[in-house]
């Protein structure tokens, strides 16, 4: 590029999308003279979705904001809670973070998932049309333009997705209504109203049942209870809402 040199900085939550050399603080950029902050701040690697509030000069700009000649850009990172406008607060999850999705829905938190790989295009799409925050750790799938809105997840580690998620969006808690295998909502079942779908085992140590009003899974306080209520409490404890 023979453009205007500017120097540029992003916050240290950033640095991992950005090269090496790019890490350590402000450093000089050359840009073309006519591509946007927004189409600059992609360039060197960072998606969109992770950027929040742009500066040049240490006055506020907007992604159209086209560099100029000397300007110290700065790229913040996305404040924390995320205020998401326009629309309730529903998560769509691509394919690798179906962990994560059913922790989601364990709390109670709308989280989209399917265990097949529909692709970027059909992922991008549903994100539009049902008005979804896309979750990913793709950073290409998060840079289509067509998702209603977007966010990376940093970690690889299941615990450590849930807390980001959490802290990053803020979304209210209610354990134990949402079906960890569909996201449908759970109602309480009378145990002769789905002693069918139980194993005899089951039946003789369990009394108190909840069945999904969307695919009639039934759910008890079976073995793996006490490891889910682990799950809930802490995050009830650190983000807030009910356990019960």
Not at 69 to 76: D, L, Q, S, T, Y
Not at 89 to 103: P, S
Not at 122 to 129: G, K
Request: with cysteine; proline share 7%; hydrophobic share 40%.
């Amino acid at each position: 590029m023979n453009g205007p040199e500017i120097t540029l900085e992003v916050a240290p939550e950033l640095r991992l999308f950005v090269p090496h050399d790019r890490r350590q603080g402000p450093t000089p950029l050359t840009t073309d003279g006519a591509s946007t902050l927004g189409h600059v701040i992609e360039s060197l690697g960072v998606p969109l979705t992770e950027a929040g509030e742009l500066l040049a000069n240490g006055a506020p700009v907007t992604r159209s904001h086209i560099p100029g000649p000397g300007e110290h850009i700065e790229v913040r990172a996305v404040e924390r809670p995320q205020q998401v406008p326009g629309a309730p607060l529903r998560f769509l999850l691509d394919v690798h973070l179906g962990t994560l999705a059913r922790r989601l829905r364990l709390l109670g938190v709308d989280a989209a998932y399917g265990s097949e790989d529909i692709g970027d295009p059909a992922l991008a799409a549903l994100s539009a049309r049902e008005r979804r925050v896309l979750l990913s750790r793709d950073r290409g799938l998060l840079r289509r333009r067509e998702i209603w809105a977007g966010a990376y997840v940093y970690s690889d580690r299941p615990q450590e997705q849930l807390r980001d998620i959490l802290g990053r969006f803020a979304p209210a808690l209610a354990p134990w209504t949402r079906c960890t295998a569909c996201n449908g909502t759970l109602a309480g079942a009378d145990k002769a109203a789905v002693s069918d779908l139980l194993e005899h085992g089951t039946q003789q140590a369990y009394d108190v049942f909840a069945q999904c009003t969307e695919c009639a899974r039934v759910y008890w306080r079976g073995a793996h209870h006490g490891h889910l209520e682990t799950i809930v409490a802490d995050a009830v404890r650190e983000f807030g809402g009910a356990t019960a």
